[in-house]
């Protein structure tokens, strides 16, 4: 069943041009009801009205449509492809970027045809198809290819990954944002590592993809670079995965200051390693120290390790939680809570001193040795 335009025009006639505008935006608002249940005909005939009248509007009226019916999941798909492909960014940027009710065919037919600003808002949907990200990334704009490689709902397939890793040669956005990917190759990350390192292997292996004609399946391939297990500030030898993720850290510090921004990112990846690191680095303690101190679950010494790295309430206990694997046994937060807000930066430090002190020694029938 399709609306007769002619019959909506005899109706709507008799209004002005601002009545109509808001008759057309109470309709639309009749899909942004939660409660609201219609049959399929029924949506379609008020989706035939507000998109009839719709393409008449202003850029300003479309504008908030758009906005009105960018998160509705069931509705007026005619009219939302419509405000979608609309020149104005203005007017597409919303549905572009939330609406469900559009396919990956409207998003790809819009990307081949549309310009940056639509590009982008494609880019920040919290989920895209291998399919809409490879056509965002053959467009290859800097902007897009930033956006695509920090979205981390964006599927990427392993030709679209190749091309984000080669574009982050020219551009350390690019760079950093895949670094943060969980679905990037462990030997693509590390090869990224060690580029913003500035190791000349790195480099080697870069080249040797393009002047040897490296096909994509051995570009991803590719083993890790070898590299010595790290070496804490104290001397001890790290394991290969605290190593690597020292390397890792340190190379996202060169593109900006290390923050507790950073150690939530890290524990929402599931990066556990690079937490201890992003830890160690904000409290200037040793990596040793404070991956021994987690290991061994001593509590006390952790949160005098978050208070020195200056973390909030709100990341501790993130730490905490993820640590204990999101359970909170006879009120273990709580009262983690309590010591953390008592506990002093000053005690902080008197606290992991001692610890450190104790290490050092042993006590053997009451007298005190030196360790070796």
């Given amino acids: 069943?399709?609306?007769?335009?002619?019959?909506?025009?005899?109706?709507?006639?008799?209004?002005?041009?601002?009545?109509?505008?808001?008759?057309?935006?109470?309709?639309?608002?009749?899909?942004?009801?939660?409660?609201?249940?219609?049959?399929?005909?029924?949506?379609?005939?008020?989706?035939?009205?507000?998109?009839s009248q719709s393409k008449r509007e202003s850029t300003q009226v479309r504008a908030i449509l758009s906005g009105r019916l960018a998160h509705v999941e069931t509705g007026p798909v005619r009219t939302v492809c419509s405000l979608a492909y609309d020149p104005n960014v203005e007017v597409a940027?919303?549905?572009?970027?939330?609406?469900?009710?559009?396919?990956?065919?409207?998003?790809?037919?819009v990307v081949r045809i549309r310009g940056e600003g639509h590009l982008c808002a494609v880019a920040l949907r919290r989920s895209l198809s291998e399919l809409v990200t490879e056509v965002l990334i053959g467009r290859a704009m800097w902007p897009v290819l930033?956006?695509?490689?920090?979205?981390?709902?964006?599927?990427?397939?392993?030709?679209?990954?190749?091309?984000?890793?080669?574009?982050?040669?020219?551009?350390?956005?690019?760079?950093?944002?895949?670094?943060?990917?969980?679905?990037?190759?462990?030997?693509?990350?590390?090869?990224?590592?060690v580029r913003l390192s500035e190791r000349p292997l790195a480099e080697q292996i870069l080249l040797k993809g393009e002047d040897s004609g490296f096909c994509l399946s051995e570009l991803l391939a590719v083993e890790p670079p070898q590299q010595?297990?790290?070496?804490?500030?104290?001397?001890?030898?790290?394991?290969?995965?605290l190593a690597l993720a020292e390397a890792r850290v340190e190379a996202l510090g060169r593109c900006g200051s290390l923050g507790e921004p950073d150690l939530i990112w890290c524990l929402d990846g599931g990066r556990w390693n690079d937490a201890l690191v992003v830890i160690a680095r904000l409290s200037k303690q040793t990596t040793e120290l404070v991956a021994q101190t987690f290991e061994s679950r001593q509590t006390t010494y952790a949160l005098a390790l978050m208070r020195l790295a200056g973390l909030s309430w709100y990341a501790a206990e993130k730490l905490l939680?993820?640590?204990?694997?999101?359970?909170?046994?006879?009120?273990?937060?709580?009262?983690?809570?309590?010591?953390?807000?008592?506990?002093?930066?000053?005690?902080?430090?008197?606290?992991?001193?001692?610890?450190?002190?104790?290490?050092r020694i042993r006590v053997l029938d009451g007298f005190a040795f030196s360790r070796k």
Wanted: some cysteine; charged content about 25%; proline content about 7%.
């Fill in 1 to 51: 069943m399709h609306l007769n335009q002619s019959l909506l025009d005899h109706i709507l006639s008799p209004l002005d041009e601002s009545t109509r505008s808001r008759v057309v935006v109470s309709l639309a608002d009749v899909f942004c009801d939660p409660d609201a249940q219609f049959t399929p005909k029924e949506i379609q005939l008020y989706d035939d009205v507000v998109w």
């Fill in 93 to 109: 940027g919303p549905v572009l970027r939330h609406s469900p009710l559009l396919r990956d065919g409207h998003l790809c037919d």
């Fill in 146 to 193: 930033r956006a695509v490689s920090a979205n981390q709902r964006a599927s990427l397939s392993r030709r679209s990954i190749a091309r984000l890793v080669e574009a982050a040669r020219a551009d350390g956005q690019i760079t950093t944002a895949m670094l943060k990917r969980t679905d990037l190759p462990v030997s693509l990350s590390s090869m990224l590592v």
């Fill in 228 to 241: 010595p297990p790290g070496v804490g500030a104290a001397g001890s030898p790290l394991t290969p995965e």
């Fill in 321 to 359: 939680r993820y640590q204990a694997g999101g359970a909170d046994p006879e009120g273990y937060i709580a009262k983690q809570r309590r010591d953390f807000e008592r506990l002093s930066a000053t005690n902080a430090e008197r606290m992991l001193k001692m610890a450190q002190f104790r290490k």
